[in-house]
């Protein structure tokens, strides 16, 4: 239903989104994935009409958004840091753009968005009186009940702590299937990311790196950057002759040109006890087990290990070769 | 010269220009003429104000040109001639540059004391000098306060510029004798006086019609002044009004000045103003009479002479008392 | 965002009024003046008085500057980073001054330390009560604009700089003052002004001896007339401040610290242990020099007459209406506040949103010359007006020129009290207003406008009280109709009688009483964590 | 080496730090983990001299800090957002604390120090210049140049890049290890704290809810709040009857009386296929398995799968007994 295309979007001097493409059909939630000042919110605010565009298009069922001003679009956008009115109590914010709309009975949407995302009787609170979790919620409220056509997240829950975040984030896939509105999800966390996408965009300094499911993206990253973005850390370098890349004592069968090549070893794939010797650089407690960073070609990769290892001594690992991607 | 009338008359004066209202009610109510009163600071600002616009006047009428100030005023071609009928024997005694103004009022700036710390006030000028009044006089700056000025012209007139004793060895002696200048007539009344400031000094340089205030405005009431004046080295300064050049309320601005001769408003300037009116008909008020005469020998100076020498002679000040 | 458009069209009514009612008036006088003999230019610059004025000017202004600031500074800080039993109605009283009528000031100051004042020392006349006057008027500058940023810096920097090592004075000198840096140069720079040009004060209490180049001004233009040597006084004065300013902006260019800052609250605590003494003195100071000269006018209010009481009140009542009209005078000065209120909202408050949308240098010269009124000749203005404003519509002797002549003081005041709250309101929630249905127009009046409300009645009432106490600039236009509150006092202060004195305090202390209470209002309506003034 | 006991802070009305006990020894590092406004900064502050202590102790070396002003305890603090002067550039930044001292070769240890946080050659630039992970960087070297006697992070890492983080996590523990200054870093992500922290203390609420190694409190975190922190999802309530506590298919034995008790079901316990019969909530991608919430005894627990599960499909699973902890 949304189609991107070729969306570039300029600060002055910054090129903040560089061509980058995106679709987004009905009832998926699309997350997109990068780090900070990778335009990730750039391109939620072109979307929304909140940045003039350098070129490209962008399309909402098949209809050119270019000439449309926001206030026009009825594309709900909640904002990285919520930006509710803190002069308006939770209920005005809320029915803050059923007024716009001039909707009919605004009490009523307004009570049942607020239980929707489980904040009923709170509709006289002062914007200030909430915690970082209620704020969240009524930013969401305040998009949903306008019912648009599109809802663009960004960092929904950044700002919050990390046993909330994983709670809000379960709740708000929920929230995002039962309403049925397709949804596009800014965050730089990949966790977040797989959670909430069917889809997942990674963006790189304004350009789309990939997009596919999480497994895709997960196993098959692509790039050195992505992988290292999806939180990837076994990243080596092989040699490549007749097809097969070697690395220390592995080797495994590629698609690519002899010579250097880089490798994705995922997590997992390397096992203590084997026939490659390395050498333990550090090791840290993850629950349960230990997570043992070995040296390894020109990288090194992290093995999962009962006890934690002393550095500078040598274990022996084993790499499974379906574990290993090739990276460009 | 059957110019178009208009019922507002515009009346360019200084800030202590006051008048009852119900004068100005009565002035309207029989002419059918509107009084707007346009005020700019004291009177040197206002005749400033009125030079800065002479002959494309902002008012009709001028009040409040002072004896030190009229050259200036006639030099600068300021006034069209009017001369009332209302007043047409009195104002003969008054300089009236030759018909272009109307003299209103006068006032005596003179030497008031405090007759409960002086029962030996000093009689004349060269009294100040003596080692009995040493650290007894404060006088406003001359350089900025109009009485200041006037009682300086009154010592230039008495003393002169040359011969053996002049004004400024008059002003040397007064320096010997620890004279104050202050600020301005406020400073000096109401700070450096004994009797009405806060100040140890009894005699300081104010107006003949200072002590009927002290009774008029006293509180709780009193019948008696504890001032009174010094009738030596008193200075005249009559205020004049004049019809602008270039009104366009010709007419209009005439009556108003015959008005202002009349008795009624004549009779209203000692209470209001403080000043005494230049009509012989208007009655004084009794705390007037009481508390005050009209000095009979006051020093003056010709406008003219003011306006050639002031500025050398408040150097010339500067050099003797301040340096 | 506002477009380059809209924001010509916001700042018109500001430029309009700055170069009808003070670039043209004022540049008419001057060139009247020195047309008129322009021979005696070089003359009067070589006069040994004017280079000494000049010198006297110049030093003295330093002089009341830094003793502003060294008093200023500490209150500042006591009143930014503590909270303390009655900090609001202490922030009050020390505000008060600033609004107060220089007259009323030097009366205040003479009845204190002039002959025979209640001090018992006599400083009439010297340097040192200048100073003082200058200090008390000014010390709600220093506080309020100094102390606005330093209750947003964060202390976090002062406390790594302790755990590095630093003592308390060397956190002080080497962190906590480069980051004020920009705060105390905007208040050294008005209070700087506001003692170059001050006239009522030095006439009052410099005399005989010390004049600035306002004092010599009038005496010029008042005593002398000797227009020529006014009018290149008030050049000098023109260029000199006009030469100031332009230092100054560019200092704030290249002195501008991008820093985070935290709201007010964020950074105020309680004072603890030897603190306690810190804010003690330094707020006790402040109040001190605040509360003596009012005090002073309270009690001459209340032993008018002899004994205690309340004599003067009756006095105030008393006044011979033709004399001084007490209740119009109240009237009129209540009538032109408002209209100045009224032309703040119309024209101070759109440059505000210019300048608070321009992060531009250009956002900075504005500001920067909106002081220009405030570090003018006012008597010079009022023959500007006379000269420049005959066509194409007589408005020589227009009762507007008053207020309008209030507004341009007030305008730097509102513009650096509002400009820091329109900024805070940040584009994203116009956007947040934008994407929720709302256009340009709904969300200007249904997210800006009540926004800024607040701030904006805020500021209308500074210029309330601005007008309300303003005197200099007010006594030498020529104006119709009668007298307001503070030409009523200096008519009964000029006048002999005692109940005319008990009269002038009287009004002075309900002058005093107005003004405290819209302060108070002003304080309640501070926008919690932003405001520079 | 430093103890903290029984200290209390107030701010106001607030209790920030209510009675905690500390302790750090030797070359170690604590770290302090607990929520926002759990009250990690305070004791941070209250350790560096900043905050006056309500009641309580500090001693470092056996030395009590109480009357020791801040700027002479020789404590290294780095404040949670960094806190650089921004009126100073980076090598006057770096070279602050040593003219404190009136150390005699300033230049050369502001060189070593950025040198050693790989930084050198930086010393010139401004403060506003820098990105996230220089500024944090910068602010470790700043606090390392003097040489305190203990160092003291507050969230250090707080607002970087998750990949970025990793890293930087990595390069901190070796960078602590080596200069052998013992420290306290304060976080609030559990991977953070087990990966720096010799030992983990947990505050919830201006307390101290345990101290223990990273396996100590993963295994045992011991109240439903530590926990949840910790990151931990299954937890269950179940009915204690003689010493074995029921709910669902699963009996367990605990020591604790008849009656309810609360049960933490660690990751990893439960697994697919088993005795116990359970309802699908959602499902989601973690790479390289699926993680799939089902509805357990009043709770829910998380279980890894192959593949997605649909949601209200039934999955029946087994939970292995020592993997299963008692809360209170
Ligand atoms: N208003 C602006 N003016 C100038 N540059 C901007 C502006 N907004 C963003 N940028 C720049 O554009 C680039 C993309 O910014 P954007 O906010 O889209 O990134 P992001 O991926 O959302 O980052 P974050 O995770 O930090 O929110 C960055 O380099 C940023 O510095
Ligand atoms: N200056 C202060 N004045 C008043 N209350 C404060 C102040 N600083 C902190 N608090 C309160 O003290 C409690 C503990 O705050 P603290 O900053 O120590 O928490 P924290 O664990 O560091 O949180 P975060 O993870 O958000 O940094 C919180 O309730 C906080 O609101
Ligand atoms: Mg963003
Ligand atoms: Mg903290």
Redesign the interface.
């Known amino acids: 239903m949304l189609r991107v295309t070729d969306l570039t979007v300029r600060y002055g001097d910054v090129l903040a989104t560089d061509r980058a493409d995106l679709t987004l059909e009905r009832d998926e939630t699309l997350a997109l994935l990068g780090r900070s000042g990778s335009g990730k919110t750039t391109v939620l605010r072109a979307i929304a009409g909140l940045v003039p565009m350098v070129s490209g298009s962008i399309t909402l069922d098949g209809a050119d958004l270019g000439p449309i001003p926001a206030h026009e679009r009825s594309i709900g956008l909640v904002f990285q840091d919520f930006a509710l009115f803190p002069h308006l109590d939770v209920g005005a914010n809320v029915a803050y753009g059923l007024r716009m709309q001039g909707a009919a009975d605004v009490e009523n949407r307004v009570e049942e968005v607020l239980a929707m995302v489980g904040l009923d009787g709170l509709q006289r609170r002062r914007i200030d009186q909430l915690s970082g979790g209620q704020a969240q919620r009524v930013a969401l409220a305040r998009t949903l009940a306008p019912r648009p056509r599109l809802l663009l997240l960004d960092e929904p829950l950044g700002s919050l702590d990390p046993d909330l975040r994983r709670t809000l984030a379960g709740e708000l896939k929920v929230m995002l299937d039962r309403t049925g509105v397709p949804a596009i999800v800014v965050t730089h966390d990949t966790e977040e990311a797989f959670a909430l996408g069917d889809r997942v965009t990674v963006l790189v300094d304004g350009r789309v790196a990939t997009t596919g499911t999480p497994a895709q993206i997960w196993s098959e990253p692509g790039t050195v950057e992505v992988a290292r973005i999806v939180g990837h850390s076994g990243i080596v370098t092989a040699t490549v002759a007749g097809g097969i890349a070697t690395v220390a004592g592995l080797a495994t069968s590629v698609e690519a040109p002899d010579g250097a090549v880089t490798l994705l070893i995922r997590p997992g794939a390397a096992t203590i006890g084997g026939p490659i010797p390395t050498t333990v650089i550090s090791s840290r407690y993850r629950g349960p087990d230990w997570v043992t960073t070995v040296a390894l070609g020109g990288g090194s990769i992290e093995v999962s290990s009962p006890e934690p290892k002393v550095t500078g001594n040598k274990v022996d690992i084993a790499i499974d070769p379906s574990g290993v991607a090739l990276l460009s | 010269a059957g110019e178009s009338e208009s019922a507002t008359v515009r009346l360019l004066t200084h800030d202590f220009f006051a008048v009852p209202d119900e004068l100005l009610a009565e002035f309207t109510a029989d002419t059918g003429i509107e009084v707007e009163i346009i005020r700019g600071g004291d009177a040197g600002i206002v005749v400033n104000q009125a030079i800065l616009a002479a002959g494309n006047p902002v008012a009709d009428v001028l009040f409040g040109v002072d004896t030190t100030l009229l050259s200036r005023a006639i030099d600068a071609d300021l006034f069209e001639p009017y001369r009332s009928g209302a007043g047409a024997r009195f104002i003969d005694q008054y300089d009236t540059a030759e018909g272009l103004v109307t003299p209103i009022d006068f006032g005596d700036v003179c030497l008031n004391y405090d007759t409960a710390l002086l029962p030996n006030p000093p009689t004349s000028l060269e009294d100040l000098t003596a080692a009995q009044y040493r650290g007894m006089l404060v006088v406003p700056d001359p350089t900025i306060s109009s009485p200041g000025l006037a009682f300086l012209l009154a010592t230039i007139d008495r003393f002169g510029e040359d011969g053996p004793y002049t004004w400024r060895d008059y002003w040397a002696d007064l320096r010997a004798n620890d004279v104050q200048i202050v600020a301005d007539w406020g400073a000096a009344y109401y700070g450096s006086f004994s009797a009405t400031g806060t100040g140890s000094r009894p005699i300081v340089v104010s107006y003949a019609s200072s002590p009927p205030a002290e009774v008029l405005f006293s509180d709780p009431p009193i019948d008696e002044a504890t001032t009174a004046v010094i009738e030596d080295g008193c200075f005249r300064q009559v205020e004049y009004a004049g019809v602008l050049r270039g009104t366009p309320n010709r007419e209009p601005a005439r009556r108003l000045i015959d008005f202002m001769l009349g008795v009624e408003f004549q009779e209203s300037v000692p209470t209001s103003m403080f000043v005494f009116p230049v009509n012989p008909a208007a009655t004084l008020p009794d705390v007037f009479l009481d508390n005050t005469s009209v000095p009979s020998d006051p020093a003056s100076l010709a406008p003219q002479v003011i306006e050639r020498n002031r500025e050398r002679w408040l150097t010339e000040w500067i050099d003797t008392v301040l340096r | 965002m506002t477009t380059r458009r809209a924001s010509m069209l916001l700042a018109l009514p500001a430029a309009v009024l700055g170069i009808a009612f003070f670039a043209w008036p004022m540049a008419s006088?001057i060139a009247?003046g020195i047309g008129a003999d322009p021979g005696r230019v070089v003359d009067i610059l070589g006069r040994g008085t004017t280079l000494s004025t000049v010198w006297f000017t110049l030093w003295q202004a330093a002089a009341s500057t830094a003793l502003t600031l060294l008093v200023g500074i500490p209150a500042a800080y006591a009143f930014a980073r503590f909270r303390f039993p009655g900090r609001r109605l202490a922030r009050i009283v020390v505000t008060i001054p600033f609004v107060l009528p220089t007259v009323v000031v030097a009366?205040a100051f003479?009845?204190l330390m002039?002959?025979?004042?209640?001090l018992g020392f006599d400083l009439?006349?010297t340097v040192w009560a200048i100073l003082g006057a200058h200090v008390f008027f000014n010390l709600a500058v220093v506080i309020r604009t100094v102390g606005s940023l330093w209750s947003h810096l964060?202390p976090?920097?002062e406390?790594?700089?302790?755990?590095?090592?630093?003592?308390?004075w060397?956190?002080f000198r080497?962190?906590t003052l480069?980051?004020l840096r920009p705060a105390i140069a905007a208040a050294a720079a008005i209070v700087f002004l506001f003692s170059f040009t001050s006239f009522g004060v030095v006439?009052?209490?410099?005399?005989?001896?010390l004049a600035t180049i306002e004092?010599e001004i009038?005496?010029s233009?008042?005593?002398?007339?000797?227009?020529p040597a006014a009018a290149i006084l008030a050049l000098i004065q023109v260029v000199g401040v006009t030469a100031g300013l332009l230092v100054y902006a560019r200092y704030q260019e290249r002195s501008g610290?991008?820093?985070?800052l935290l709201p007010a609250a964020a950074t105020a605590?309680?004072p603890?242990?030897r603190q306690r003494w810190l804010v003690g003195a330094a707020v006790g100071t402040a109040l001190t020099i605040a509360l003596v000269p009012i005090g002073m006018i309270m009690w001459r209010v209340l032993t008018?007459?002899?004994g205690l009481g309340l004599?003067s009140l009756?006095?105030l009542g008393a006044v011979?209406?033709?004399?001084?009209?007490v209740p119009a005078a109240i009237g009129n000065s209540l009538r032109f506040a408002a209209v100045a209120c009224a032309l703040t909202v119309m024209v101070a408050l759109p440059a505000a949103v210019v300048i608070a949308s321009r992060r531009s240098p250009m956002g900075r010269w504005i500001d920067t010359l909106l002081m220009l009124p405030i570090g003018s000749s006012a008597?010079t203005l009022?023959?500007g007006f006379?000269?420049g404003l005959?066509a194409p519509v007589d408005l020589?002797?227009w009762w507007g020129l008053v207020p309008i002549a209030h507004t341009l003081i007030a305008m730097p005041f509102v513009v650096r009290s509002t400009v820091p709250v329109i900024r805070s309101i940040g584009p994203?929630?116009r956007?947040?207003?934008?994407?929720?249905?709302?256009?340009p127009g709904?969300?200007w009046r249904?997210?800006d406008f009540?926004?800024l409300t607040p701030a904006a009645a805020g500021a209308t009432a500074l210029a309330f009280v601005i007008s309300l106490g303003e005197f200099g600039a007010t006594?030498?236009?020529?104006?119709?109709?009668g007298?307001t509150m503070t030409?009523a006092i200096?008519?009964l202060?000029?006048?002999?009688?005692?109940?005319?004195?008990?009269a002038a305090f009287a009004l002075s202390l309900l002058l005093v009483v107005i003004t405290g209470a819209v302060v108070a209002l002003l304080e309640r309506m501070r926008v919690p964590g932003v405001g520079n003034f």
Chains 1, 4 share one sequence.
């Open positions: 006088i009247t009366i003479l009845a002039g002959p025979g004042g209640a009439a006349g964060d976090r920097l406390e790594a700089a302790a755990s590095l090592g630093a003592t308390p060397t956190v080497t962190i480069p980051l006439l009052l209490l410099g005399a005989p001896r004092v009038y005496r233009a008042a005593l002398v007339f000797d227009l610290i991008g820093q985070h605590r309680r603890v242990g008018a007459g002899g004599g009756r006095a011979d209406p033709s004399v001084v009209d008597v009022g023959f006379v000269v005959d020589r002797a994203r929630v956007e947040a207003a934008a994407v929720l249905g709302a256009g709904r969300v249904t997210i009540p926004m006594l030498f236009v020529a104006r119709p109709g007298k030409l200096f008519g202060f000029g006048r002999p009688g005692a109940t005319n004195l008990s």
